[in-house]
């Protein structure tokens, strides 16, 4: 409308900024008005001043007229109208505009406090892993790091001012000239960063850190900042330094024991061996590898297979929480080695199978020698080599048990040497030996290798004849004896001749007692030294 005008202005701002919006005012004739004016005094027949809050600012509108007609009160309340509906419309827009802007400052807002909550869990997790950060400004020779690494260096972060200088003064004496090259190789040949160093605080205690940084460069490939990480390892390599001296002690102890040991994945089905476990059976490492379940089973002795199996599947079905097994195994050379394995599942699956199973492999051969020898001589006659009275009373129980049960007849020969006395009398007790050595040879000579040979004191000898085929084989081997006896024998010059006479028990009834039989072949026994001597009698229970 002719003669009205509408002005918009922030008073906070600059005179050459203050105005924001005009209608209706002649641009030359505004610039004659300072803003300001507007809402000291009037400079126009009608003015209305209004003051409108914009997010913190304060913006003025001033309404005004000079128009002519103003005097008429039609006019007055045209122009009031038509200044109302102006303002209306402006309000509306600040409105829109206001409302905008108080949306923007709450997302400000709330993306302020998610920064802040990211930044707390940030700090946090830097602290639960022992990771500052640290930012160099390398041309203003300037150094910013985060508050881990005022606490990894146990500085005060109020008080203290990071530097360069300050770093260097607390790296080791020791490792400050390669970390020194480090750094220098990242700048200037651009060489990756990341060292593992010792820091010596001010309480000088020490600690280890790792850092590890990139450098940024300009246009000329000029560094210009450096950006890394330090982390204090500590904990870490003093629980590495832990486990090298509990792997050395674990070798040492190894090495005196003289073990092999394994590591076995059941499921890939791969054993991880030492260099001992070969060389127990005489092989060099790389000649058992790869080495599975198949393959050790192979290198196994047949007859022991079963046992090495049957102990491993206990093992593995938890009826025992560890496995043990003595068995032998083809050494390289052909010959049998005995060993003694011992591990123990130290792993399983989800559904309870077996995952992962280590133990130990030790050489026993000698043991078992010795073992073998202890009891060959605790079941054996020292002077003939024969098995004993004890061996003998444990292998007649045993055989008349399997006579009775699978109905198998067997039968027992006592053999007494005639005129033993007189030649151990008349030639000395050396002369006596020889001839008993003499008759155990000849029995070994004429007995079956099933037979149990005994010599049960003085020169009384027992043979235990298991499982005839028919009850003649006894009467046989009697005449056999007999006759291979039956010959002149040169002892220490001596030209001797020494008769036996044997008494044949028959096993046949499946019903007699072990005492009866006995009873039976000794009065047999006595029976063909009656009848002479130097013959055999039998009789059955």
């Known amino acids: 409308m002719l003669g009205t005008g509408l002005v918009l202005f922030d008073p906070a701002a600059d005179s050459d900024k203050q105005v924001l919006f005009a209608l209706g005012i002649d641009p030359e004739e505004l610039a004659t008005i300072k803003p300001d004016a507007l809402l000291l005094e009037s400079v126009y027949p009608l003015q209305r001043n209004n003051m409108i809050d914009v997010g913190v600012d304060q913006w003025a509108l001033v309404q005004n007229s000079t128009s002519p007609f103003i005097s008429e009160s039609w006019s007055v309340h045209i122009l009031i109208v038509f200044g109302l509906i102006i303002s209306a419309l402006f309000n509306w827009f600040i409105?829109?505009?206001?409302?905008?802007?108080?949306?923007?400052?709450?997302?400000?807002?709330?993306?302020?406090?998610?920064?802040?909550?990211?930044?707390?869990?940030?700090?946090?997790?830097?602290?639960?892993?022992?990771?500052?950060?640290?930012?160099?400004?390398?041309?203003?020779?300037?150094?910013?790091?985060?508050?881990?690494v005022f606490h990894i260096l146990e500085q005060d972060s109020t008080h203290f001012i990071p530097s360069i200088d300050s770093l260097l003064a607390a790296?080791?004496?020791?490792?400050?000239?390669?970390?020194?090259?480090?750094?220098?190789?990242?700048?200037?040949?651009?060489?990756?960063?990341?060292?593992?160093?010792?820091?010596?605080?001010d309480n000088h205690s020490e600690k280890?850190?790792?850092?590890?940084?990139?450098?940024?460069?300009?246009?000329?490939?000029?560094?210009?900042?450096?950006?890394?990480?330090?982390?204090?390892?500590?904990?870490?390599?003093?629980?590495?330094?832990?486990?090298?001296?509990?792997?050395?002690?674990?070798?040492?102890?190894?090495?005196?024991?003289?073990?092999?040991?394994?590591?076995?994945?059941?499921?890939?089905?791969?054993?991880?061996?030492?260099?001992?476990?070969?060389?127990?059976?005489?092989?060099?490492?790389?000649?058992l590898l790869p080495l599975s379940r198949l393959t050790w089973k192979m290198l196994i002795h047949q007859e022991d297979q079963p046992l090495f199996e049957?102990?491993?599947?206990?093992?593995?079905?938890?009826?025992?929480?560890?496995?043990?097994?003595?068995?032998?195994?083809?050494?390289?050379?052909?010959?049998?080695?005995?060993?003694?394995?011992?591990?123990?599942?130290?792993?399983?699956?989800?559904?309870?199978?077996?995952?992962?199973?280590?133990?130990?492999?030790t050489d026993i051969t000698d043991r078992k020698h010795r073992d073998e020898e202890v009891r060959r001589l605790a079941m054996t006659d020292v002077l003939t080599?024969?098995?004993?009275?004890?061996?003998?009373?444990?292998?007649?129980?045993?055989?008349?048990?399997?006579?009775?049960?699978n109905k198998v007849p067997f039968a027992l020969l006592m053999l007494d040497l005639d005129g033993f006395k007189e030649i151990n009398d008349g030639y000395g007790h050396p002369v006596g030996d020889l001839v008993l050595k003499d008759f155990a040879d000849l029995l070994r000579h004429t007995c079956r290798d099933a037979d149990v040979i005994a010599r049960i004191g003085g020169d009384e000898f027992i043979v235990i004849m298991t499982s005839l085929e028919q009850a003649k084989g006894a009467e046989l081997l009697a005449e056999r004896l007999l006759q291979q006896n039956d010959a002149l024998r040169v002892i220490e010059g001596?030209?001797?001749?020494?008769?036996v006479s044997i008494g044949v028990g028959m096993y046949t009834s499946f019903t007699a007692s072990e005492e009866a039989l006995v009873k039976a072949t000794d009065k047999a026994l006595y029976a063909a030294k009656s009848a002479g001597k130097n013959n055999y009698k039998v009789l059955s229970v």
């Not at 997790?125 to 022992?130: D, K, L, R």
């Not at 970390?179 to 605080?201: I, K, M, Q």
């Open 171 to 201: 790296i080791h004496p020791d490792d400050r000239d390669f970390v020194s090259r480090a750094v220098d190789g990242v700048l200037y040949r651009n060489e990756p960063f990341a060292v593992e160093h010792r820091l010596v605080l």
């Open 385 to 405: 080599g024969l098995v004993n009275r004890a061996y003998y009373s444990r292998r007649l129980s045993e055989t008349i048990n399997i006579a009775k049960r």
């Open 494 to 499: 001596h030209q001797l001749k020494i008769g």
């Open 95 to 148: 409105i829109i505009v206001y409302g905008q802007s108080y949306e923007t400052e709450q997302q400000v807002i709330a993306r302020t406090g998610e920064l802040s909550n990211l930044n707390v869990l940030f700090n946090r997790a830097q602290t639960m892993g022992s990771i500052g950060h640290w930012e160099w400004d390398i041309n203003h020779e300037k150094l910013w790091w985060s508050e881990e």
């Open 208 to 287: 280890t850190v790792y850092e590890e940084g990139f450098v940024t460069f300009d246009a000329q490939n000029r560094p210009v900042s450096m950006f890394g990480i330090i982390q204090d390892i500590t904990r870490r390599k003093n629980a590495e330094k832990a486990l090298e001296v509990e792997r050395q002690r674990l070798e040492e102890i190894i090495w005196a024991t003289n073990v092999g040991t394994w590591e076995w994945d059941i499921i890939g089905n791969s054993i991880i061996i030492n260099e001992r476990w070969a060389d127990i059976l005489g092989y060099e490492l790389n000649d």
């Open 310 to 361: 049957h102990l491993l599947e206990e093992a593995f079905s938890h009826i025992k929480d560890h496995y043990e097994c003595e068995y032998r195994m083809r050494h390289q050379q052909g010959h049998w080695v005995w060993v003694l394995t011992r591990g123990k599942v130290i792993e399983w699956t989800a559904d309870g199978k077996p995952k992962r199973m280590s133990g130990t492999q």
